[in-house]
């Protein structure tokens, strides 16, 4: 073989490598393990702490700012979605924090927070709609992210304790979808009737229009017993929504 073509092969076998490599390689989301540590508690948020600790959120926000999304794989794709969107999520409370009561507070009469382009992503800017709807539910279709992603609300599914990641992402969603699904205060079951949070209702597509199937999925016994024997006669309920914020 000529040394010439032996360089070349190897020289492209570096590159294929180095590729795989940059699909593979996870973001580094420790500074906001270390947030989310400090300051989230049982779902609460301490956002006086995270206040007082900005610049290490603004740190974390500069570091996926900095990340092309589209060489990570699937799961760490998802996994950086969902972080960027909880974490600029509390980057906009503490816009107007202790001054909001409500994330609906930050939005005006024309425009609702959720459409204000805050998220420094891949060198643009992006809302938290798009985020959401556009890119986590439409690309990966997990009925799961709305227990993933947190909008700062006392009736939403609790913001983690932890970042999510790509490595570990099923069951971390899993856990997060069976802990809400279990939580009598946003659902629970009276008699025939399933009350069942607002969110089952705004995205019943998500759910295959089968929010019972999916409770029955994850609902720990007797509750996931109760609803599998008695499907046919029990009846959805919606409760309302409380947008007081989650903070401690």
Not at 2 to 30: E, Q, R, S
Not at 65 to 88: G, I
Request: aromatic letters at 12%; glycine letters at 6%; charged letters at 25%.
């Amino acid at each position: 073989m000529k040394p010439t073509f032996l360089f070349l092969m190897v020289m492209v076998a570096g590159f294929w490598i180095a590729g795989v490599d940059a699909k593979a390689a996870p973001v580094d989301h420790d500074l906001y393990a270390t947030l989310l540590s400090r300051h989230v508690k049982d779902g609460l948020v301490d956002y006086r702490g995270i206040q007082g600790d900005e610049a290490l959120l603004d740190r974390y926000l500069d570091v996926l700012a900095a990340v092309d999304p589209e060489s990570l794989s699937a799961d760490h794709q998802f996994a950086f979605y969902v972080n960027a969107y909880n974490a600029w999520t509390l980057k906009l409370i503490l816009s107007r924090y202790p001054d909001v009561r409500s994330i609906k507070e930050l939005g005006t009469l024309f425009r609702s927070p959720w459409k204000k382009k805050i998220a420094r992503i891949d060198g643009g800017l992006l809302t938290l709609d798009q985020i959401e709807h556009d890119i986590l539910r439409k690309r990966f279709k997990d009925p799961r992210v709305h227990f993933a992603v947190n909008c700062a609300s006392r009736s939403c599914p609790p913001l983690q304790g932890e970042p999510f990641t790509g490595d570990r992402l099923d069951e971390q969603l899993n856990r997060s979808a069976r802990a809400f699904v279990n939580d009598s205060r946003f659902n629970r079951l009276e008699g025939d009737t399933l009350w069942v949070s607002k969110l089952f209702d705004w995205f019943e597509q998500d759910f295959n229009d089968d929010v019972i199937g999916f409770f029955i999925q994850f609902a720990h016994p007797p509750l996931g017993d109760r609803l599998l024997k008695n499907k046919g006669r029990i009846r959805v309920r919606y409760l309302d929504y409380d947008w007081t914020l989650n903070g401690t």
